[in-house]
């Protein structure tokens, strides 16, 4: 493939099969990439991400790394009595949105001969990750913390990767696994440009499911921010082609117990901000150094968004309001909704706008949880 890629940070220009994760400056990678949409020819596709192949940065003759992604439903639901589109990223074959980014990234190491990989996580990404490389032949170990939860445990080890827990917190972990990426292929979810590139097609199912048009706003959860990013780069390639006219609001939401993105935006920062980590139920959310924060300071500026927060007392609620309108969403996918209930009672949503939420994790993943959540919310 030829596309190169190139530094975020120092601005280094790198080719496109280099392995190094990160920069030497310390910087994450961009893909330089220019999407094609072929219409005509990407219309007899069946629905689903890999129907915008010639947009995404892999080889036109490399098999696709698939479990038979679909397009995901657009699912009219109402909030606060304004009605705004869902998009339901939980209905993947792992149960959430990542498996957008791992398609993509599994199928890019393919192209590149890869046989071994490292990723560190402890939620949605370590389950994708894990699948796809099982389905692509490849080796996959996993660095989690030391105490993550039986059940996640359970579905990263069902498809064959391998364990590793890690004393101490999520840093501790992504440490250990950038330790052992000296010596084996890092398949990270946000250092891997090519995972960021298939969140990207987030944008694309929605345009052509609003009709081949963007919407005015799109509210995300953001931790590691792919979901802002992906939307950024998405609409932006739509932009660029001509099919779209303008980009719409990237309104990023954040836990109150973890929160620096919204720090940086609210306070204008020119760095990365000491956050001190609390629990807080959005834990998929709770990232406190998001490697990819000047990216995302530029996508929510550049589409005139914002950042948002929401405290844990909102979130049994929304729960509740998701699962009697037929969605029934991890604890982490609440935080999206419940900021858009903010949006609205501010004022920034009115009614006629064309608003698009993004669900990103299956309630059954944590059922035993959302079950204890909602039935125990105040009120």
């Not at 629990?279 to 995302?296: D, F, K, M, Y």
């Amino acid at each position: 493939m030829a596309a190169e890629m190139m530094c975020t940070v120092c601005g280094a220009a790198h080719p496109g099969d280099l392995r190094e994760w990160c920069c030497a400056c310390g910087g994450p990678f961009e893909v330089c990439f220019e999407a094609k949409f072929p219409l005509h020819e990407m219309r007899k596709r069946p629905p689903g991400l890999w129907r915008y192949r010639e947009a995404l940065p892999v080889g036109a003759d490399i098999l696709p790394v698939s479990i038979g992604e679909a397009m995901t439903p657009l699912a009219q639901l109402k909030i606060e009595g304004i009605q705004i589109a869902a998009k339901l990223d939980f209905l993947f074959p792992t149960g959430s949105y990542k498996d957008r980014g791992a398609t993509v990234m599994l199928t890019r190491m393919r192209e590149l001969g890869v046989q071994e990989a490292v990723e560190d996580s402890s939620g949605n990404a370590a389950a994708a990750i894990s699948a796809y490389a099982a389905r692509a032949g490849i080796r996959c170990h996993i660095y989690v913390p030391q105490g993550t939860s039986p059940a996640k445990l359970y579905q990263i080890a069902s498809y064959g990767s391998g364990i590793v827990q890690v004393p101490g917190g999520r840093q501790a972990t992504a440490e250990a696994a950038m330790t052992a990426a000296d010596k084996i292929y890092y398949a990270s979810h946000y250092w891997n440009p090519f995972f960021n590139q298939g969140i990207k097609t987030f944008a694309f199912e929605l345009w052509e499911q609003l009709g081949d048009r963007a919407p005015d706003v799109v509210v995300v959860p953001a931790g590691h921010g792919s979901l802002v990013l992906g939307c950024y780069r998405g609409f932006s390639d739509l932009l660029n082609a001509g099919l779209i006219r303008q980009l719409p609001c990237i309104v990023a939401v954040q836990s109150t117990a973890c929160a620096p993105l919204y720090r940086i935006w609210s306070e204008n920062l020119d760095h990365l901000p000491d956050i001190v980590q609390e629990p807080t139920l959005a834990e998929g959310i709770s990232i406190t150094r998001p490697v990819r924060w000047r990216q995302i300071k530029e996508a929510i500026a550049q589409t005139k968004g914002r950042v948002v927060i929401v405290s844990d007392d909102e979130i049994p609620a929304m729960l509740a309001v998701l699962a009697r309108q037929g969605v029934l969403a991890e604890p982490t996918s609440a935080a999206a909704p419940a900021g858009l209930s903010h949006l609205i009672r501010e004022g920034y949503i009115r009614a006629g706008q064309i608003v698009v939420v993004s669900i990103t994790g299956h309630g059954l993943k944590a059922a035993e949880k959302v079950s204890h959540i909602i039935q125990n919310k105040p009120g």
